[in-house]
């Protein structure tokens, strides 16, 4: 994504996810463009700003809330205060996330990690792990 390409639109994990965003939630304000992040939903809830991610699982939690730190983070820097959650309507579950100074810590690393790989002239060589398998841009790495 550092380089513009996009995963594969038609992996079956990739029309899942957009099939439970779509028919999840319906009632809230969904897919908001906000420069290099979306949002899957975002409100105000008691004067707060909420930016929520909608999840097949909570399988890959860490991850989702990585996402989600990085867009309260960004806000932060652009002057506004929110607060996270995540929603994986399967499990009926509704995780609350915040931007600690430990999740800013986590967030500013990776971001120097990724911009560190993104500048390199060749990628890193390809690792297989267990993502490898669902992975939407799986063709680029093994094809």
């Known amino acids: ?3 513009g390409i996009t995963p594969f639109q038609d992996n079956p994990f990739v029309e899942i996810g ?5 028919e999840s939630y319906q009632r809230e304000k969904k897919e908001v463009d906000a420069g290099n992040m979306k949002f899957d939903i975002i409100k105000k809830r008691d004067g ?9 699982s909570s399988r890959f939690i860490d991850s989702a809330t990585m996402q ?7 806000l932060k820097k652009q002057g506004i205060s ?5 929603l ?3 499990e009926k579950k509704r995780i609350k996330v915040e931007l600690t100074e430990d999740n800013i810590k986590k967030i500013e690393n990776a971001i120097s ?10 990628p890193p060589p390809v ?10 841009f799986s063709d680029f790495c093994w094809a």
């Open 18 to 22: 957009r099939l439970i965003h779509e």
């Open 127 to 136: 690792v297989k792990n267990r993502y490898c398998r669902r992975c939407a």
């Open 88 to 90: 994986v309507p399967r």
């Open 1 to 3: 994504m550092g380089h």
């Open 82 to 86: 929110a607060e996270g959650e995540l």
């Open 113 to 122: 990690e990724i911009r560190e790989i993104t500048n390199r002239d060749i």
């Open 48 to 56: 707060k700003v909420i930016v929520a991610e909608v999840k097949k």
């Open 68 to 74: 989600l730190v990085f867009y309260l983070y960004n």
